[in-house]
């Protein structure tokens, strides 16, 4: 469903997450225009608690200057740890796929993925990182279900029943 659109970008809720779609647009943005870019999309990965983000680079077109970075620092960062996002992930065509993990002051790790179909896989992929080589051969076995009583029983201790 589409949360919010703009000249410059669109945010896009997902079933775990939001997407932020820059669009080619951004070529004519300012830092102003970008500071408010990431600063809206903050508001909304707050206002849903998205504790994932994916963000395509795919037609991004503007160079953020060194305050826009310490602007992120500043503003967002502090929102995302604040809601608990486990992982930031970029759709960025022009690099190979890269996990770097933690930066400093972040309580997410963060990636960069060649294409949408790797970053969503990379969004997806059970626990944390470091992304798995092969995601096709992660096996996921999920819990057996017990009711209340067998898992006190299985603890050892006594039920009621």
Known sequence: MKLYDHKYMSFI???DRIDFVW???TEDMDDHGFQYSILRYASYVMEYNCKKVLIDLTEFKFTPSEASGKFHSDYVTPIYN?????????VAP?????????????????????????????????????IAEQLDDILFEPPERENFAEFLQNKGEKTDA
Do not use: H
């Open 23 to 25: 669009k080619p647009q």
């Open 82 to 90: 604040m809601v608990g996002v486990t992982k930031k992930v970029f």
């Open 13 to 15: 809720l997902r079933d």
């Open 94 to 130: 022009f690099m190979e796929n890269k996990v770097i993990g933690k930066e400093p002051g972040t309580d997410y790790d963060n990636a960069f993925m060649k294409s949408n179909d790797d970053a969503v896989a990379a969004c997806r992929i059970y626990g944390r990182y470091p």
